[in-house]
């Protein structure tokens, strides 16, 4: 019993400090795909430094949920390897622990991480991605110009969707302008000149843009409908009332998706997506048990004489894998392909069956 308790202290106390340096590495790499990005809104957009950081801050909350069954793989895959690799799994053996006992520190490890994952896709995550919607609202508010990208269709300015040939976002000068507004009648406004212009005194409140030598183009029932202008002001919604009134699916705590998905009023593809996004945060949070016995099984298999190279690639090889299907699926249930509970739980029935076959090889 005492040798038992000695063995599983001594795994924890080489898995913990790799976990935590895995969130870490994760996140980073995360946070690098969106460099790029923040980069763009620092130097062309005159985004401040510190709201940046507020961004990237937020985003790794939003992350914390599918980083943890991510780090945890890495964490057990690394560790089992080096024991298997420095053959203390054989020397465990030899002083009588069974491979129940060895297995056990990777159990308790996730089940923790599991719990972990579970309190933080229900309150911290959606705290977070809230968080990062209403900051990206108060910038789209008082840089409007951030969210329109030269020759792109941008479908997230204001409810609308917008293109320009040319963008000078320090002054707010759009070119060739289109704007579809399907919000009432279906509407397309077509314009040589634009400007965005806001309340100087009430930054995030107020905003329009002043189209020049332009026409409106619409249809009722059939008929086509054509009005030039010289000028006209076009007046955008205010962000503030309008965007921060509704949350996101990913923003909404456990208790808020309980009470949405009771509504009676929801479509059907509303109330998809909501059971999906409840469905989701909890297979992930027991995924961090089937990734644990993936990593127990693969890295006690043999000894490696290059331990951690070989984790490494085995446990980017099985997070790509399992996000393929995740993500597969996730689509088909929010089309209605497939049931939610069935499809957010199907990742994680397959990669159960990978676990039971790779202990099983460990085993023997």
Known sequence: MMRAFLMIRYVLGEMIPTFLLGVLVFVFILLSLQALRLTEMVISHGVKITTVGLMMSYLSMSFLPILFPMSLLFTVLLTYSRLSADSEIVAFRAIGLSMSSIVFPAVILSILVGILSLQTSFHIAPWGNRQFEMLITQIGATKPGVAIKEG??????????????????????????????????????????????TDKDRPGHSALIRLKDGSFHSTSQGRHTKVDFGTYDFHLSNPMTESFANKSPPSLTIDELRAKTKDKALKLEQRLELETEFQKRIAIAVACLIFALIGVGLGTVSNRRNAKGGGTVICIGIIVAYWIVYVTAEGASRQGQLIPVIAMWLPNFLFAIAATFSLRRAWR
Do not use: C, H, M, W
């Open 152 to 197: 792109t269709f941008s479908e997230s300015f204001f409810d609308l969707v917008v293109y320009a040939n040319r963008v000078d976002s320090t002054t707010g000068t759009l070119s060739q302008v289109f704007i579809y507004d399907e919000k009432q009648t279906p509407l397309t406004i077509i314009a040589k000149e634009g400007q965005i212009l």
